[in-house]
């Protein structure tokens, strides 16, 4: 169905590369982590780095970087689940080496500055708070928290607001150290040109990021408790 190659490159990146007769290069970043590789005291800590990877790197602060992804990009976002961080970006053809430079910038050189890190940590006790106001929402996270007993799956990926006021920054840093990492990340790229083009293009940005070793957290399975259960939202 699709024109598509997948290469791994020489720092352990695992790059898809898809042809098509299109104007709009599509570009996903993913890093294999999240929620379920955390520990109990990490719960939140894979989704407050992709806030943070918006609020500057080495070489832009975080006005340029914003502005930067704004001048660029037709759309662009990122996400954490339970197994993986993804960051994507959808742009003109032409843009395409300028997008993976600045994927490649926010991946490698994030500086997680003190003062964005206590804003985004309001943002996010503030997304947890609203988050008990939408039925559907608060029904979902109570049925994960009633079915499983010790599973990762029992935890909401945003954390809660204990374990998110507790995550300092050296915890953030050396979490992102240790799993933001060449052979723990996957590239999709979606444009018209040759594969080897885009080999070479993601390879000009990335090359310099370095294997590293590395191990995630054992997760824990087991199968949901059959339970039924009524609770009640205090208004």
Known sequence: MFDAKQKVMPNGIRLVTIKKDTQITSINVGV?????????????ISHFIEHML??????????KLNMDLENLCGEYNAYTDKNSTVYTITTLNEELE???????????????????????REVILAEIRTSRDDIEDL??????????????????????????????????VDFYEKY???????????????????????WKYFNEWIWKEFKRKEVIAEKNIPI?????KKI
Do not use: W
């Open 54 to 63: 918006f609020k500057g790197t080495k070489n832009r602060d975080n006005e």
């Open 180 to 202: 933001y990492v060449p052979n723990n990340c996957y590239i999709s790229i979606v444009s018209p040109l040759d594969h080897e083009e885009v080999f070479n293009i993601v």
């Open 98 to 120: 300028n997008g993976i430079e600045i994927l490649s910038d926010m991946l490698r050189n994030c500086i997680f500055p003190q003062d964005e890190i206590e804003k985004e």
């Open 139 to 172: 029904s979902f996270k109570k049925v994960n928290e009633i079915a499983f007993n010790k599973g990762p799956l029992k935890y909401e990926t945003i954390g809660d607001e204990k374990s998110v006021k507790n995550l300092t920054r050296r915890k953030i």
């Open 32 to 44: 294999k982590i999240g929620s379920i590789y955390e520990n109990i005291n990490e719960k939140g």
């Open 228 to 232: 039924k259960k009524i609770s009640y």
